[in-house]
């Protein structure tokens, strides 16, 4: 007879943990062998369970169930986890599997599927629950170049000395007055404008402005006239 | 025969002397004659000039003097007699002429008169024409009668009313007084002048008139009031001196109309009066100060606000010296700007620089408002206005009201977190436990009879439903991603979500976020004010496009909520908040200043809104610290 497959349950609600018990106990060949209601004490019971997979809530009274799993995931590289959360957000679903989970379960799924998650992961293939998977596929449609689009990674690199003197040269605040204002030298504030213009790539101070207002960092009154 | 002879004698020498006697009378009246002023002529009736002494005077150009030249020749140079010839009518008729006659040729005017001999049977046989030159005298006569004239042509015309007042009655009015009266010149003089003077007045009028005729010194002019035909009261000025009028004496009298002027002049003392009340009486502390700065007056509200019993306490004081006044302000007081600020006053300085007396300790809020004067352009400074208001008491309210609404704010937090944890973490999973065994009910294969597992469905079914209501109202009280992912994905999430709920176009990008590292309080609010600001977009704006734009710019976060909706009326929107409405930007104003921001707001109808918020953050970010030091 084939070895049944180990299950650790990770969740702080401990009616939630009988229900996925009851679940899990009345299909053959997978048998639940231990559950914890924090993070410590899941590492704990992983250690000395070495189960075949881990069922992971995300919200945990002393962790975060996304970091719990990367950590399992270092200790025990061939545990499968699989999360089970009332998260439905797309943002928790990426990170979940950025950190090693192959899982992903409602928790208002139909115990159906839950079955068919834990099998699915079992035989090492990814799983994602149904009710959130066309949510995924919009996402990661446009995910590369929204990522890119709601930050700025030119901008990023500038320090807070040249964000300030940024916006002053948005301003159109001259480089003697910033000097002055900043308490520093004309010299340093034309050093730090040629970083600027360096770092995001601009030749000119009216791209300078156009720049910053693209960014939102000075107000062009659109209204004046 | 000697006797005869003596008599013959005798007669001869009478006669002789008779004759001497009548050639002394004859010279003696040639003389006279000679030396008469005015020119005698006698003239026969064959127009023969007789007699005459014409050769002694000058005054009439004689043309002819020869023999007994005919007169028309001798006067007029004519060979024939004048068509009017007056001594022709006089030998007709032997009447006494007398009559002015100026002549065409020289411009003299005399005075002749004709006189004529009868002989005995009563013709006329000779004229005697005098002729008196009164050139001179005519000529006086005119420009006396020009002068008169032009004396006439200035009372006539004159703006003054004049007036001669003689035994209680007008006796000559000008028009101009008619003109200031109403009354017509035959109205004025046809009672007592003082009844048309106002009755208060009657008396001193009358006192003056008497004074002034009666020789004595008097004021050169008074004021007085008449009532003119139209009924009104008419201030007048009056200028009088006493004159000769037909032989008495009378007061010549020039009366201005100042009704105009006084009503300016009551008027400007009744401003001036109440300016003065103003100043005094005002809740408002006011000090007047010199162009150098030195307090020339101080009102007894400010006097009452800073604790000074006297104002010699403090007269002399200056502006320019109060520690109690910001350097900026002084700067912008030299450049002549006007200022308005809310700052609060220390009398601890007051007492170290032992500035004044005072009774108050400590230091109160003053609401200033400092406008220098006479600021046209090029000109110097002449002094500067202070408006000084204690606004302690609302200070204080303000900060109260301010903490509160920040508690508020804090303690609604709390509770929406505790809330959303309460029924993410609770509520929701018992009911997801309920629908797991309900569904395990159902995979029970036994027992259950269709129509009872149909209800079973749905039950579980509601439940799912339930579940995810009950999970999306966690959320929306409580992003439980932010520990998680963070402000921006947070935020980019929210507007994700609302976009598709609301159709409403969304562009949001941040920059500069990434690295920074913030205090969850900040985080939650910069969220809430997101959520607000869309919020307060989708219920009044008919927006279709947003705009977000979320900077960190040392040392500001900054937010830019930008529409394109219908916009408001700023001035509109104050009022309207009043009644309640708008709630939605006051709250944003609110968690701003929790986080003592910037919170601008400009719109304009038809084209939109845009909010600017402004964060101050104090944290560096952490991995790219400056590394070189500024010079």
């Given at each position: 007879m084939e070895q049944k497959k180990t299950i650790l349950?990770?969740?702080?609600?401990?009616?939630?943990?009988?229900?996925?018990?009851?679940?899990?106990?009345?299909?053959?060949?997978?048998?639940?062998?231990?559950?914890?209601?924090?993070?410590?004490?899941?590492?704990?019971?992983?250690?000395?369970?070495?189960?075949d997979l881990v069922l992971l809530d995300i919200a945990l009274p002393d962790q975060n169930g996304i970091q719990l799993a990367s950590e399992i995931k270092t200790i025990l590289p061939n545990t499968y986890i699989m999360i089970i959360s009332m998260h439905s957000k797309v943002n928790y679903i990426a990170d979940a599997f950025q950190a090693g989970a192959t899982g992903y379960v409602v928790k208002d799924s139909a115990s159906e599927r839950l079955i068919q998650g834990i099998e699915a992961v079992l035989r090492g293939e990814y799983f994602l629950d149904s009710s959130v998977s066309h949510k995924v596929v919009q996402k990661l449609m446009q995910f590369p170049d929204k990522e890119a689009k709601i930050t700025d990674a030119a901008y990023d690199t500038l320090t807070s000395r040249e964000q300030e003197i940024m916006v002053l040269l948005g301003d159109g605040i001259s480089i003697n007055q910033i000097a002055e204002k900043l308490f520093i030298s004309p010299k340093t504030v034309e050093n730090h404008r040629t970083n600027i213009m360096h770092k995001l790539n601009i030749h000119t101070s009216h791209e300078l402005v156009r720049y910053a207002v693209k960014l939102g960092l000075i107000d062009v009154d659109l209204w004046k006239e | 025969m000697k006797s005869n002879e003596d008599f013959a004698q005798q007669s001869s020498e009478l006669r002789k002397r008779t004759e001497e006697n009548l050639h002394q009378v004859k010279n003696l009246l040639s003389s006279i004659f000679n030396a008469l002023q005015d020119l005698v002529i006698v003239i026969d009736n064959d127009f023969r000039v007789m007699m005459s002494n014409w050769k002694d005077h000058e005054f009439i150009s004689v043309k002819e003097r020869q023999g007994n030249p005919y007169c028309?020749?001798?006067?007029?140079?004519?060979?024939?007699?004048?068509?009017?010839?007056?001594?022709?009518?006089?030998?007709?008729?032997?009447?006494?002429?007398?009559?002015?006659?100026?002549?065409?040729?020289?411009?003299?005017?005399?005075?002749?008169?004709?006189?004529?001999?009868?002989d005995d049977q009563k013709n006329v046989v000779m004229v005697i024409e005098h002729f008196r030159n009164i050139t001179d005298k005519k000529r006086a006569e005119e420009a006396l009668r020009e002068n008169e004239e032009k004396y006439r042509m200035v009372i006539e015309n004159a703006n003054e009313g004049i007036l001669v007042a003689q035994d209680g009655m007008l006796q000559f009015v000008n028009p101009a007084l008619t003109r200031i009266s109403g009354y017509s010149k035959e109205e004025l003089s046809s009672k007592p002048f003082s009844e048309f003077v106002h009755p208060d007045d009657k008396g001193t009028v009358m006192e003056h008139h008497w004074k002034?005729?009666?020789?004595?010194?008097?004021?050169?002019?008074?004021?007085?009031?008449?009532?003119?035909?139209?009924?009104?009261?008419?201030?007048?000025?009056?200028?009088?001196?006493?004159?000769?009028?037909?032989?008495k004496p009378a007061t010549l009298n020039f009366i201005s109309d100042i009704t105009a002027q006084k009503q300016v002049e009551d008027a400007r003392r009744e401003s001036e009066e109440m300016f003065r009340s103003l100043f005094s009486a005002s809740p408002i502390g006011i000090e007047v100060y010199g162009s150098e700065g030195q307090l020339l007056n101080v009102n007894r509200s400010c006097l009452d606000i800073l604790g000074i019993s006297d104002k010699s306490q403090i007269i002399d004081f200056n502006l320019f010296e109060d520690p109690n006044v910001p350097d900026e302000v002084k700067e912008k007081l030299r450049r002549s700007e006007p200022v308005g600020y809310e700052a609060p006053y220390d009398f601890e300085k007051v007492k170290k620089l032992n500035l004044y007396e005072t009774t108050k300790s400590g230091s109160i809020y003053l609401d200033m408002r400092i406008t220098p004067f006479d600021r046209k352009e090029g000109k110097s400074v002449s002094g500067y206005l202070v408006q000084i208001q204690d606004i302690t008491d609302r200070k204080r309210a303000d900060e109260q009201i301010h903490t509160l609404t920040q508690e508020l704010l804090k303690a609604q937090e709390n509770e929406r977190q505790m809330i959303s944890r309460e029924l993410h973490d609770r509520l929701a999973q018992d009911l997801s436990v309920s629908k797991i065994e309900l569904d395990m009910l159902l995979g029970e294969q036994f027992g259950l009879h269709p129509e009872s597992k149909q209800k079973a469905i749905r039950i579980s079914n509601n439940l799912q439903r339930a579940i995810k209501a009950v999970r999306d109202l966690s959320y929306d009280l409580l992003p439980l991603s932010l520990n998680q992912f963070g402000l921006v994905k947070t935020i980019s999430e929210y507007c994700e979500d609302f976009s598709l709920r609301t159709g409403l176009n969304i562009d949001f990008s941040s920059a500069g976020m990434t690295e920074l590292e913030l205090d969850?309080?900040?985080?939650?609010?910069?969220?809430?004010?997101?959520?607000?600001?869309?919020?307060?977009?989708?219920?009044?704006?008919?927006?279709?496009?947003?705009?977000?734009?979320?900077?960190?710019?040392?040392p500001n976060i900054i937010l830019r909520i930008i529409d394109n909706g219908k916009g408001f009326d700023?001035?509109?929107?104050?009022?309207?908040l009043n009644y309640g409405k708008r709630m939605g930007l006051r709250s944003m104003e609110e968690r701003v200043n929790l986080l003592k921001g910037d919170f601008i707001i400009q719109s304009k109808a038809m084209e939109g809104t845009r909010i600017t918020i402004k964060i101050p953050y104090a944290e560096q970010k952490s991995g790219t610290e400056e590394n070189h030091i500024d010079r």
């Open positions: 349950i990770v969740d702080d609600h401990p009616l939630f943990r009988e229900g996925l018990k009851t679940i899990i106990g009345h299909k053959a060949g997978y048998e639940v062998a231990g559950e914890a209601g924090t993070g410590s004490e899941a590492i704990r019971m992983a250690r000395k369970l070495k189960p | 028309y020749a001798a006067f007029m140079g004519r060979k024939t007699p004048c068509e009017h010839c007056h001594t022709m009518e006089m030998f007709a008729t032997g009447e006494i002429k007398a009559f002015e006659h100026t002549n065409p040729i020289d411009g003299q005017t005399h005075e002749i008169q004709m006189v004529p001999i009868f002034r005729l009666s020789g004595d010194e008097e004021p050169e002019a008074y004021h007085l009031r008449m009532v003119d035909k139209g009924g009104d009261t008419r201030w007048l000025r009056n200028n009088g001196v006493i004159i000769n009028w037909e032989g969850f309080d900040t985080e939650i609010n910069l969220y809430r004010l997101v959520q607000e600001g869309l919020n307060n977009i989708k219920k009044h704006a008919d927006a279709t496009e947003i705009t977000i734009r979320l900077a960190a710019a040392y700023l001035e509109e929107r104050l009022k309207t």
